[in-house]
């Protein structure tokens, strides 16, 4: 295959994913241009791009997700590529096809590949047959009689999940057969909901398990590689929030099997790209099963770039354009000390993890030897509930585990976020967990261990500072309080400090 030369890029995404590509073409001499939705016009990744098309109201429907439009965007922009990001339409294999059908490049895999790893069905059988091991389950007839004669033969704890599924969405765990009615009706409607498409498969539950995933790249060419693990075990809602390289319970033999089975199950969806192989590990048995493959980029990619060195967008770029791998990168490399990513989100981790909106009064990030912010905000910004609430990601570097763990608490430490709930003080008690600081990171970390949580009245000095300054500035309120009006950024903040849940 000739290599291809792109250009110019449409980035069809927003948020911190958006910049971070933006931020590649710069580095490329490779022109960008920005879509954003009527809800993002003065979004940071406008402000980024020298170039950006409005798509429609806020709405994804509308927006991100609206292909036809922005297959126009990049025809009015003469760009020949699309990078999709995550999320949005990155696995949406129609749209994978339309860009290639329309003349431009889809920076990823081919649609097949997309196609044939986005479902969860489909996805185990072609695994199977590769020879890659997956979960004990079934993904047969997906009637609920022939589901409750599986389950029985598999045996309890079961997990129900969408065939569809994705984000953590149509997921439910039947503890007993008492429970399997149920958890098979409610995944049933969720997936319906979610995707329009009931069909559910089974696992195993594994207890005390470990989501540990391997970085793949392959060219146009024949040759895949991997470069090594993430660990991502750190999850509320089946949702990462914390993941780092290399993983605390593999070595190097492990290592070496994982990353031969990941490239083997790219290999047999003739994938090309970078991807990533996602495994559950069964650390009493020792055992590791696939789970699904994301044909795309992952949020949680830069922990791979620090312990490799590598660029894996631009990377993704020169993939796309039908390079080869560069030799340097066919033999297996060990990881380079260790990297740490904390995911801050607007969302309260005291209250189901809801979702946060409101104006980001004030965003420092911390800043630092071996440390990197990928953010999709600055001071000023607004953060509405149109999109996913990932405000921006917070990774370090270090010699080994316990200086990355030190240097991630002295850079959450350093962070400021006003104005908006976060989770950033969960992640600082999270770091200091004497289990996370023992590696002993299973899947079930927050339930066993932070299920109570509550904030506490360790705040930064910005904070106290800014609510003392808030309390002068309001008037006395109904019990001789100073009190903010109830949509005030400042009430927020003052209930906080007061350990009232925020309205
Ligand atoms: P989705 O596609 O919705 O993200 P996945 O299949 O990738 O779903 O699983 C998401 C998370 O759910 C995993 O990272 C893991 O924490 C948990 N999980 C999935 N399958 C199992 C299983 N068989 N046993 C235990 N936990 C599982």
């Known amino acids: 295959m000739e290599p291809v030369e792109i250009r110019k890029i449409l980035v069809a995404n927003r948020g911190e994913i958006a910049v971070r590509i933006l931020r590649a073409c710069r580095e490329m001499g ?24 409005e798509l429609g109201p806020a709405a994804p429907s509308e927006s991100y997700l609206h292909a036809a439009r922005i297959l126009q965007a990049a025809r009015q922009s003469g760009a020949q590529a699309i990078h ?28 097949a590949a997309i196609e044939a790893m986005g479902d969860k069905a489909r996805a185990r059988e072609q695994m199977q047959a590769a020879g890659v091991p997956v979960v004990p ?35 439910r765990i039947a503890h007993d057969e008492g429970e399997l009615d149920e ?4 995944a049933r409607r969720e997936a319906e909901h979610a ?36 660990e991502c075990s750190i999850q509320r809602r089946h949702q990462k929030i914390i993941e780092e390289a290399p993983s605390p319970l593999l070595d190097s033999e492990l290592r070496a099997r994982m990353g031969s089975a990941a490239v083997a199950a790219a ?40 312990t490799t060195g590598l660029d894996l967008v631009q990377l993704q ?29 607007a969302e309260d981790p005291a209250n189901q993890f809801l979702p946060a909106a409101g104006p980001v009064l004030r965003f420092r990030p911390p800043e630092g030897p071996g440390i990197r912010v990928d953010s999709g905000v600055e001071s000023g910004d607004q953060v509405t509930t149109h999109y996913d609430p990932l405000l921006a990601k917070i990774i370090v570097h270090a010699a080994d585990r316990d200086s990355a763990i030190r240097r991630m608490q002295a850079a959450l430490r350093d962070t400021v976020l006003l104005g908006l709930t976060s989770n950033l003080e969960f992640l600082q008690d999270i770091q200091r967990h004497p289990a996370f600081q023992r590696g002993l990171t299973t ?23 800014a609510a003392a300054l808030a309390s002068r500035a309001a008037p006395a309120g109904r019990h001789g309080r100073p009190e903010a009006a109830p949509d005030s950024p400042w009430q927020t903040l003052l209930d906080f400090r007061l350990g009232r849940p925020s309205t």
């Open 183 to 186: 958890a098979l009706a409610a």
């Open 84 to 111: 999709p990001g995550y999320g949005f339409l990155s696995e949406n294999a129609a749209f994978a096809r339309a860009v290639v059908q329309a003349g431009l490049v889809f920076i990823g895999p081919g649609a």
């Open 443 to 465: 899947t079930g970390f927050i339930e066993e261990h932070m299920a109570d949580w509550q904030p506490g009245s360790d705040l930064p000095i910005e904070v106290l500072v």
């Open 267 to 306: 290999q047999a969806v003739g994938y090309t790209g970078a991807g990533t192989v996602e495994f559950i590990v069964d650390p009493e048995e020792g055992a590791y099963y696939f789970l699904e493959m994301n044909t795309r980029l992952q949020v949680e990619h830069p922990v791979t770039e620090m």
């Open 195 to 230: 995707f329009g498409d009931d069909r559910l498969i089974l696992e195993k539950y594994i207890r005390g398990a470990r989501h540990v995933e391997i970085q793949i790249l392959a060219d146009a060419h024949g040759n895949t590689i991997h470069l090594n693990e993430r």
């Open 30 to 53: 490779i022109s960008a241009v920005a879509v954003y939705s009527q809800a993002d016009e003065h979004a940071l990744h406008v402000r980024r791009a020298s170039e950006a098309i």
């Open 317 to 345: 770029i020169q993939l796309a354009s039908a390079q080869p791998l560069p030799a340097a990168l066919r033999a297996a490399r060990p990881p380079l000390g260790h990297a740490i990513e904390c995911r801050l989100y």
């Open 137 to 171: 389950g079934h993904h047969g007839a997906a009637d609920d009689q022939s589901l409750a004669e599986a389950a029985r033969r598999i045996g309890f704890p079961i997990l129900v999940k969408a065939t569809a599924g994705g984000g953590g969405k149509g997921m």
